[in-house]
């Protein structure tokens, strides 16, 4: 059984930081890509920064030059640095991950999901 956990979100001023964490943990064989999204209940979830096995980054055009994406493969781990936080970035933030384990092979996670909120 895989899970993602994450943490980091909370409240923030506009300006401010935050930085998220994801781990993953369970049977994992290998992986793949890593992301985040992001909803509220207003737009559909959308996708906020990718970051394949390699270490190639995609981004939103909303949140580039602002946030980073990176991951440690020892630890499972995909982070998000949110820097220059806006009100607009509020949303609950979804980690994803692509992982292969010998039960379901390849197969997309998901975290439970953090909020973040950007408000002064």
């Known amino acids: 059984q895989v899970q993602l956990v994450e943490s980091g979100g909370g409240l923030a001023q506009p300006g401010n930081s935050l930085k998220l964490s994801c781990a993953a943990s369970?049977?994992?064989?290998?992986?793949?890509?890593m992301g985040w999204y992001r909803q509220t209940p207003r737009k559909e979830r959308e996708l906020v920064a990718a970051?394949?096995?390699?270490?190639?980054?995609t981004y939103a055009d909303s949140v580039k030059s602002r946030f980073t994406i990176s991951r440690d493969n020892a630890k499972n781990t995909v982070y998000l640095q949110m820097n220059s936080l806006k009100p607009e970035d509020t949303a609950v933030y979804y980690c994803?991950?692509?992982?292969?384990?010998?039960?379901?092979?390849?197969?997309?996670?998901w975290g439970q999901g953090t909020q973040v909120t950007v408000s002064s």
């Open positions: 369970g049977s994992i064989v290998r992986r793949n890509g």
């Open positions: 970051i394949t096995s390699g270490g190639t980054t």
């Open positions: 994803n991950a692509n992982l292969y384990t010998y039960s379901r092979g390849w197969a997309d996670y």
